[in-house]
Every structure is written in structure tokens, then in C-alpha cells.
Nanobody, 121 residues
Framework: QVQLVESGGGLVQAGGSLRLSCAASGSIESVSVMDWYRQAPGKERELVASITSGGRTNYLDSVKGRFTISRDNAKNTVYLQMNSLKPEDTAVYYC???????????????WGQGTQVTVSA
């Protein structure tokens, strides 16, 4: 089995910073793209940032210049450094990864449990 475990959420004032981490563990053969999504109350889940195994990144327009996604391939871990946070960044943040597992022998989507980020005005 594969697990994605997130950490680093919390409460911060506007203008502050947080760093999210997500570690994948289990019967992992290979990890392709790793992403961060978020979902605010009453809104659909949206892709915040993604990073390929080669390091190519992509960002939601509203977070460009403020958020930075990175990964440690040796640790199967992805990070999201969030600076200059705004109240509109408040949401549950979910880690996602495309993983090839030894047991299944296919690329599958895996999700973390979510971590709450709350930005106060």
C-alpha cells in the first residue's frame, strides 16, 4: 500500500509564511508528477502547483511569485513553500501523486488526508 502523509498546515496572519510537506511511502517503484491542490469551503478543489520528476513546475496564476513547489526524489517528498499569504489562500490543502507501485504494476493516483491552512486578515 501507498500512503501520502502531509504536515505543516496551521493558522497564520496575512503576509506570513507556511511550509507544507508531503511524504509518500509504501511499495513505490516510481513517482511521476506530484501536486498540491486546495479546496475552500463551498468551492471546487483546484490545482495550486505541480512538479514533475524532472523538476518542471506549474502554478495557479493567483499564487505565482508567492508559492514555490519543490521535491526530494530520494525521499519521495514534495514541499510547498507559501509566502505572503492572503486570507483567500485559506483552504484544506491536499497532496497528490502519480505513483507506480510494485504490487499493482500501474500508474495510480494517490491523495493525502489534507491539511488545513487558515490565513487571518
Amino acid at each position: 500500500q501507498v500512503q501520502l502523509v502531509e504536515s505543516g498546515g496551521g493558522l497564520v496572519q496575512a503576509g506570513g509564511s507556511l511550509r507544507l510537506s508531503c511524504a509518500a511511502s509504501g511499495s513505490i517503484e516510481s513517482v511521476s508528477v506530484m501536486d498540491w491542490y486546495r479546496q475552500a469551503p463551498g468551492k471546487e478543489r483546484e490545482l495550486v502547483a505541480s512538479i514533475t520528476s524532472g523538476g518542471r513546475t506549474n502554478y495557479l496564476d493567483s499564487v505565482k511569485g508567492r508559492f514555490t513547489i519543490s521535491r526530494d526524489n530520494a525521499k519521495n517528498t514534495v514541499y510547498l513553500q507559501m509566502n505572503s499569504l492572503k486570507p483567500e489562500d485559506t483552504a484544506v490543502y491536499y497532496c497528490h501523486a502519480e505513483i507506480w507501485t510494485v504490487i499493482v504494476g500501474l500508474w495510480n493516483d494517490y491523495w493525502g488526508q489534507g491539511t488545513q491552512v487558515t490565513v487571518s486578515a
